[in-house]
């Protein structure tokens, strides 16, 4: 695949925020279930308190073939000798199954950007050498991108970019900083509802902290959105562009709107899901859509359950 040197994290993946709160034994049945679906790869982020490395290294040992991208493991939240010996540890036990996605956060450092703290992040950890014996395979690493100038630092220090809530004309511009080589994933929300108002009302709440910060709102407007578009928790042509909502073969076209303007990848990320419930029915319904005929074919451990949960909203 561009950019990943020999490793195939697949057309589609999984984005999910679902493993940060879930208990152990239900994420290693989740992600098990996953596999067996032929899901080539799943994303997790660093977010509600679990750490991005031991999470990775968990679901890694939870399965055998599939691949696991930090996206994204926080700079800030770790020193970067400890990030690099943590995935040269992943690379070394699971060869061409872990991607560290970095991405700035975590706790704040005043006087910096995220631009430089980044490039003095990197610096750092190409100083430094595995203390056992050298990995197995490469450690591949991708960055958190949206401007140019990471976008760029991404296609020079990295294998390429993952971008997150943006909409496919983004993708194309990504794409044209990257160039031809460099890996490109984008993250998109869907939403399993066909009423447009019950859908846009589902996908303006979780759009909702994503235009109350300013970081966000200019991304937005560098992407051309008035700002009548930006109030109100969100026009419908921002909503409509920012989570895919409908029905499965809806959802699935747009979706490829972004293989289309230049992705390598897409993950998706379904919303819509009440507390306490499993996306795996919207996940299993997805793999049918997206995923070769060959790796979606075996039949799962709970196929028989399609039903379960399907009474999130959707």
């Known amino acids: ?74 700079i800030w939240s770790r020193g970067a000798r400890w990030t690099y010996g943590a995935a040269a540890l992943l690379a070394d036990a699971y ?6 996605g970095l991405g700035f956060g975590g706790e704040p450092r005043p006087g910096t950007t995220p631009l430089v703290a980044m490039a003095a992040y990197l610096d750092e950890m190409d100083t430094l050498e595995p203390v056992g014996p050298v990995p197995q395979g490469p450690m591949r690493r991708i960055l958190a991108a949206y401007g140019p100038k990471m976008l760029e630092l991404a296609r020079d220090r990295a294998a390429g970019a993952q971008t997150y ?35 846009r009302a589902v996908a303006r709440e979780h759009l909702r902290p994503y235009l109350s910060t300013p970081y966000n709102l200019a991304k937005f407007r560098r992407l051309g959105y008035a700002e009548e578009e930006l109030s109100g928790g969100g026009g419908d042509r921002l909503v409509d562009d920012f989570v895919f909502w409908g029905d499965l073969d809806t959802i699935a076209g747009k979706l ?16 819509g899901v009440r507390p306490g419930e499993s996306a795996m029915p919207y996940w299993r319904r997805l793999a049918g859509a997206l995923l070769p005929a060959s790796a979606s074919a075996a039949p799962s451990r709970r196929a028989s359950s399609t039903a379960e949960g399907m009474s999130a909203i959707g």
Do not use: C
Not at 12 to 26: K, N, S, V
Not at 28 to 36: A, D, G, I, N
Not at 95 to 100: A, G, Q, S, T, W
């Open 95 to 100: 060869p061409d199954r872990h991607v560290l």
């Open 1 to 74: 695949m561009s950019g990943m040197h020999g490793m195939d994290l697949g057309t589609f993946g999984i984005y999910t925020f679902d493993f940060e709160h879930q208990p152990a034994a239900l994420v290693r049945e989740s992600v098990q279930e996953l596999e067996e679906l032929g899901w080539p790869a799943v994303w997790v982020p660093e977010l509600l308190g679990r750490e991005a490395l031991t999470h990775a290294g968990f679901l890694l040992a939870s399965t055998r073939r599939l691949r696991v991208v930090n996206g994204v493991a926080r």
């Open 256 to 271: 490829h709107g972004h293989l289309d303007a230049g992705a390598d990848h897409v993950t998706v990320q379904v919303i």
């Open 165 to 199: 809530h943006v909409n496919v004309a983004h993708t194309e511009q990504a794409r044209r900083v990257l160039g031809a080589e460099p890996f490109l994933a984008v993250e998109h929300p869907v939403l399993f509802e066909s009423d447009p108002a019950k859908a």
